[in-house]
């Protein structure tokens, strides 16, 4: 019998996993070689789903009920402590993994694809960090959630807001403090015009609505604009 050579590129890749094996960043345990996606099968199902956009009113819009006009709003997963989707979120914000965000930004945009609330969308438009802080961290993790949204979705991502206050020092203030603080953080870029549009708003995590109210309401500034939001993820 003869054994055909592998190519180079696999035999490598056997070689890279012995010393770097692929983890699942949901829950640590080892990938299949040659698997590709982030996340394992059985964390693929057992992922906390929360189903928010087959329902027009969800915990998701009534966090921000009444706080502004809002057509539709949804998050991917119940955020649990200690639970995988904490630990999908450390590694998309603070262990450069980049591909977290992509992933599930395609996962949820073909199940966002499905429903009519949301395919009458025109534009994604990411949370942004301030340019100081996305140095530092080298990318918006926002952004590649949007990113992976955009291309199941197959609407663009628009830049159309920017952070203009630093907010690092945040935990030393009292909730309301930071409530005032982070409703002056963003303004309008002035290149972007959105009149009429209907779009999608996406963040990682709500937890209070501040951040995602703030930026809404300067996106609605856009005369007719129509405003959606999704995330990563909802916190009790
Ligand atoms: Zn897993």
Known sequence: MTVLP???????????GLFYPNLCYACGQNLPAGQSDPVCLTCH???????????AENAFTERLWGRLELQSAAAFFQFVKDGRVQRLLYHLKYNGKREVGLYL???????????????????IVPV?????????????????????????MQRPVIYALKRTVFTQTQTRMTRAERQVNVSRAFELSASVSLPGKHV????DV???????EACGARLLQHPGLQLSMAAIAIAD
């Open 45 to 55: 199902y057992k992922l906390p789903r929360t189903d928010h956009h087959l329902h």
């Open 200 to 203: 999608l708003l996406v963040d």
């Open 105 to 123: 930004g395609k996962l949820y945009g073909a199940a966002l694809k499905s429903v009519p609330a949301f395919q009458s969308v025109d534009a």
């Open 128 to 152: 942004p960090l301030h340019p100081r802080k996305e140095k530092i961290r080298g990318y918006n993790q926002a952004d590649w959630f949007a990113r992976g949204l955009s291309e199941t």
């Open 206 to 212: 709500v937890t209070t609505g501040a951040t995602l």
């Open 6 to 16: 592998q190519p180079v590129s696999l035999w490598l890749n056997d070689l890279l």
